[in-house]
């Protein structure tokens, strides 16, 4: 099946500094990206929806600001934390459905993000 | 109200034998699709097996068959001859409407333990 992968999959930062997470679709196009947060023993909840070219569409509640997404190409979406605080630890997952594809959406192995 | 519901937040089973995941969903929408993951410790989404609204016959893959009841809006997962890997969480989703970009609404997951 298609493949996502994500880079850092574990990253440890001091609180106020900004980390940037990448996903990646391997072999396919993917106009479209999903992302997620998962805190400890809960669901995944979506953040925000990436789109190739196009601003992010982010879910109620979630700072636009705060976790910026950049869709610049269509294997390429990342996520960057600004101004992290020990709040935003959390495994955050990243997700793309090739396009003209099946139904199947790919998820990437997660990012667990831990701020001191 | 929930669009995904599961109500097992954990659940045991005997090695070999059969189990039951719980999923129910509400929509509208009469274009959907149903989807299960399973996510084990590594915290990587694994799909299971997928479901669409107006797919006639119950989805199987495998060891993993869907039980789609549409008109109760259920879609327990059936996972037959348990082995002791099957222990992970496993998460139900729903994608309403038929378009690519749609994103997946998460259930809250199960738990399953499998015993030897």
């Known amino acids: 099946g298609a493949v996502v992968s994500q880079h850092p999959s574990r990253v440890i930062c001091k609180s106020g500094t900004s980390v940037k997470i990448e996903c990646r679709s391997l072999d396919f196009q993917a106009t479209t990206m999903f992302w997620y947060r998962q805190f400890p023993k809960q669901s995944l909840m979506l953040m925000a929806t990436?789109?190739?070219?196009?601003?992010?569409t982010y879910e109620q509640g979630v700072e636009k600001d705060k976790f910026l997404i950049n869709h610049a190409s269509l294997t390429l979406s990342t996520l960057t934390v600004t101004s992290a605080h020990p709040e935003d630890s959390s495994f955050y997952i990243c997700s793309a459905r090739s396009w003209g594809g099946g139904n199947e959406q790919f998820f990437g192995p997660g990012t667990r993000l831990t701020v001191l | 109200a929930q669009k995904i519901t599961q109500t097992q937040p954990g659940m045991f089973v005997q090695e070999k034998e059969a189990v039951t995941l719980d999923c129910t969903y509400d929509t509208s929408d009469p274009s959907y699709g149903l989807f299960w993951y399973k996510q084990p410790s590594s915290g990587e989404m694994i799909f299971l097996i997928y479901q669409g609204s107006y797919d006639q016959q119950n989805a199987t893959e495998g060891r993993y068959s869907l039980n789609f009841q549409k008109a109760r809006k259920s879609a327990n997962l059936v996972i037959s001859a348990s082995q002791l890997g099957d222990s992970a969480m496993y998460f139900c989703a729903m994608r309403e409407g038929n378009n690519a970009g749609n994103m997946l609404t998460f259930g809250g997951g199960t738990r399953l333990m499998v015993k030897p």
């Open positions: 990436s789109n190739e070219g196009s601003k992010a």
